[in-house]
């Protein structure tokens, strides 16, 4: 069992270039996370400082890798505009880096990710309702009619993207930028890739948020010469931290609201397009899905309708698109010519006009 003093010392034994110090001491180091033969934690830097960095994080990851014991190491590069990076200040005993841990950031303003032409949320105010299903289903159907298309799984507590895409591995690193996985035609990237399929992201919102960021802004989705259609962001349910991090480090050109067809969930729905109201994205529609007998149907239809905003489609309740996410092949692609990935197709259709695609 990897003891947590054997990681410190391992990362001390790393030079921050600008402190000169041992990178613990720095205090560039937050969220550090230790656990029988695994490690992971985010090395926070200024902005202007990732490319310094990139090399730092990959010492630090080589560095817990040669720890006896140690057989899964994640480290993730964040940015952040700060003064004093790199000096050692102390309150009470605690380092500075460990009391801001907790404390809201203010956010810093960005562009949208280079190369990306659009950048469409999925997003659902309940969980359950199957807003990964739809997300990854929704993104292989805009990719079916040839765009280029991206997903990210800004899920950081329970990432599902990895599963359903049937992909795993940490990515590669290109000039200091992540390339993301390939799979049916899609760019993905996911914190699951950085992490071991059963670890607890032990994390507080800003650390989740740090994350987020880093993996919208640092992923090398397109080119110059080959931009990326469409980025698609599956969030996580609710209205909190990762939300608002996605709307304020980046202009989204809509959103798709998923819900199933009883009042709980509509209602929890309702407020995710109130937050979209309050900051200016529209809501591109509502989608039912589970809708049948079970769940009931018609409700999504309704909700929309009182919302004035459209309704993209229903979607049953079948055991396809559950044996799909299982299997990691979307039933839009194992499937393209069945009833499920025809209604995908209409949906995909209604959602690529909207955002002049």
Same mark, same amino acid.
């Given at each position: 069992?990897?003891?947590?003093?054997?990681?410190?010392?391992?990362?001390?034994?790393?030079?921050?270039?600008?402190?000169?110090?041992?990178?613990?001491?720095?205090?560039?180091?937050?969220?550090?996370?230790?656990?029988?033969? *695994?490690?992971?934690?985010?090395?926070?830097?200024? *902005? @202007?400082?990732?490319?310094?960095?990139?090399?730092?994080?990959?010492?630090?990851?080589?560095?817990?890798?040669?720890?006896?014991?140690?057989?899964?190491?994640?480290?993730?590069?964040?940015?952040?505009?700060?003064?004093?990076?790199?000096?050692?200040?102390?309150?009470?005993?605690?380092?500075?880096?460990?009391?801001?841990?907790?404390?809201?950031?203010?956010?810093?303003?960005?562009?949208?990710?280079?190369?990306?032409?659009?950048?469409?949320?999925?997003?659902?105010?309940?969980?359950?309702?199957?807003?990964?299903?739809?997300?990854?289903?929704?993104?292989?159907?805009?990719?079916?009619?040839?765009?280029?298309?991206?997903?990210?799984?800004?899920?950081?507590?329970?990432?599902?993207?990895?599963?359903?895409?049937?992909?795993?591995?940490?990515?590669?690193?290109?000039?200091?930028?992540?390339?993301?996985?390939?799979?049916?035609?899609?760019?993905?990237?996911?914190?699951?890739?950085?992490?071991?399929?059963?670890?607890?992201?032990?994390? *507080?919102?800003?650390?989740?948020?740090?994350?987020?960021?880093?993996?919208?802004?640092?992923?090398?989705?397109?080119?110059?010469?080959?931009?990326?259609?469409?980025?698609?962001?599956?969030?996580?349910?609710?209205?909190?931290?990762?939300?608002?991090?996605?709307?304020?480090?980046?202009?989204?050109?809509?959103?798709?609201?998923?819900?199933?067809?009883?009042?709980?969930?509509?209602?929890?729905?309702?407020?995710?397009?109130?937050?979209?109201?309050?900051?200016? %994205?529209?809501?591109?529609?509502?989608?039912?899905?589970?809708?049948?007998?079970?769940?009931?149907?018609?409700?999504?239809?309704?909700?929309?309708?009182?919302?004035?905003?459209?309704?993209?489609?229903?979607?049953?309740?079948?055991?396809?698109?559950?044996?799909?996410?299982?299997?990691?092949?979307? %039933?839009?692609?194992?499937?393209?010519?069945?009833?499920?990935?025809? *209604?995908?197709?209409?949906?995909?259709?209604?959602?690529?006009? @909207?955002?002049?695609?």
């Amino acid at each position: 069992m990897v003891e947590r003093s054997a990681v410190i010392a391992a990362l001390d034994a790393v030079t921050d270039p600008v402190s000169g110090q041992g990178l613990h001491a720095s205090g560039l180091v937050q969220g550090l996370v230790v656990a029988e033969d *695994r490690a992971g934690f985010a090395l926070e830097v200024d *902005r @202007s400082l990732v490319a310094t960095y990139a090399p730092v994080r990959d010492a630090a990851e080589a560095a817990l890798k040669a720890i006896p014991g140690m057989s899964r190491v994640s480290v993730i590069l964040t940015a952040e505009a700060k003064p004093g990076l790199g000096k050692p200040a102390r309150t009470a005993g605690l380092s500075k880096a460990a009391v801001d841990q907790g404390r809201p950031k203010a956010p810093v303003p960005t562009d949208r990710p280079a190369h990306v032409r659009r950048v469409l949320a999925v997003a659902s105010g309940k969980g359950g309702v199957g807003k990964s299903t739809v997300a990854v289903n929704l993104a292989a159907a805009l990719a079916a009619r040839g765009l280029s298309v991206g997903i990210l799984d800004a899920d950081v507590y329970g990432p599902s993207l990895p599963t359903m895409l049937g992909i795993s591995g940490q990515p590669a690193y290109e000039d200091g930028a992540m390339v993301p996985h390939q799979a049916h035609g899609l760019k993905a990237m996911s914190v699951g890739l950085l992490t071991r399929m059963d670890d607890a992201m032990i994390w *507080r919102g800003p650390m989740a948020s740090q994350a987020i960021t880093q993996m919208l802004t640092q992923t090398r989705w397109g080119a110059a010469e080959a931009p990326l259609d469409v980025l698609v962001v599956d969030l996580p349910p609710g209205t909190g931290d990762v939300q608002l991090t996605l709307i304020q480090r980046t202009p989204l050109d809509g959103a798709v609201i998923v819900s199933t067809p009883q009042e709980v969930a509509l209602a929890d729905a309702r407020r995710a397009h109130t937050l979209f109201q309050k900051v200016n %994205v529209p809501t591109l529609g509502l989608i039912e899905n589970m809708s049948g007998d079970v769940f009931g149907q018609g409700g999504a239809k309704a909700e929309a309708e009182r919302l004035s905003v459209p309704f993209l489609g229903d979607l049953p309740l079948e055991a396809a698109l559950r044996q799909g996410g299982d299997a990691g092949r979307p %039933v839009v692609v194992s499937d393209p010519e069945g009833a499920i990935a025809v *209604r995908f197709a209409v949906i995909a259709e209604q959602v690529a006009d @909207s955002l002049g695609l």
